[in-house]
């Protein structure tokens, strides 16, 4: 039946709309209560709403630190550059490759890690930059020889540092040892002996193929012998000569040129165009 809007009569009020009201008028107070508690205290109420928020949303992952970010993870702190975490934000930073809590951090301050050891690349191109000092001679004495052909990476970045190159060779060296091995050294290394026809027979296809190079001739230094055993190390037990080295890498004597040159492989030439030496 339809209110009599004529007769002046006030229409009745539902009562779901009466409940709604009796709620309003109840939440009203509530919210000034609540406001001048805010203003009375705002550090209190800001500090809940986020413990409450910390509790139902969990930090991305973007927030963990990286090595690259160099930043603490949020933990608390142990020392200079150490940290304590929870074992599950230890598995959390280790399965996406951050900095693991509880390990050193390179912080700003803290001392650096220890430098890389030296790979086969690296540790050519630290004996070359020895021989080119035409005093310097290979120790006969076998453990120091060891030290000069293997050097600890803390070795190496103090020989560089205190070389020509300095502090910015010393610190490209820490971060690649191979990359700064293979660029101070010359794409063709051959240590040969001027007599020996197998050292004759790979100069020769070496130079027919136009390959640039210039051999370290072993029989002509004095230290010799010591010079062979330091080589032996270096090529992991190749004891003949001649010993190619070919992009910082050892490829043999005589006999592996000669395989990689002739078919069905006619791959040499291209290796040596790869390293840079073709004329």
Avoid at 143 to 153: D, E, K, M
């Amino acid at each position: 039946m339809k209110p009599d809007l004529e007769s002046g009569a006030a229409p009745r009020v539902p009562g779901l709309f009466r409940r709604r009201r009796s709620l309003l008028l109840l939440l009203v107070p509530l919210l000034v209560v609540l406001g001048l508690y805010s203003a009375a205290s705002p550090s209190s109420v800001s500090s809940t709403l986020r413990y409450v928020q910390d509790r139902v949303r969990p930090a991305p992952l973007a927030a963990l630190p990286s090595a690259a970010h160099g930043a603490p993870p949020p933990v608390a702190a142990l020392g200079e550059g150490r940290y304590e975490a929870t074992e599950a934000l230890a598995k959390l930073a280790k399965e996406h490759g951050v900095v693991l809590p509880g390990t050193p951090l390179k912080l700003a301050g803290a001392a650096a890690g220890p430098a890389p050891e030296p790979d086969a690349a690296a540790k050519l191109a630290l004996f070359l930059r020895r021989i080119e000092d035409a005093a310097w001679t290979v120790p006969d004495d076998k453990t120091a020889r060891q030290l000069v052909v293997s050097p600890s990476g803390a070795e190496a970045e103090r020989s560089l540092r205190e070389g020509r190159g300095g502090e910015a060779e010393a610190k490209e060296y820490v971060r690649s040892p191979t990359r700064w091995g293979i660029s101070h050294q010359p794409g063709l290394v051959i240590f040969s002996k001027t007599y020996c026809p197998y050292s004759k027979k790979a100069k020769a296809l070496l130079t027919k193929l136009g390959a640039k190079f210039e051999p370290v001739e072993v029989d002509l230094r004095s230290d010799s012998a010591a010079f062979k055993e330091a080589l032996m190390e270096l090529s992991g037990g190749h004891r003949t000569f001649p010993q190619i080295w070919i992009g910082g890498k050892f490829l043999g004597g005589s006999d592996d040129l000669a395989l990689l040159n002739d078919p069905p492989l006619n791959v040499l030439h291209g290796m040596l165009q790869a390293a840079g030496v073709m004329g």
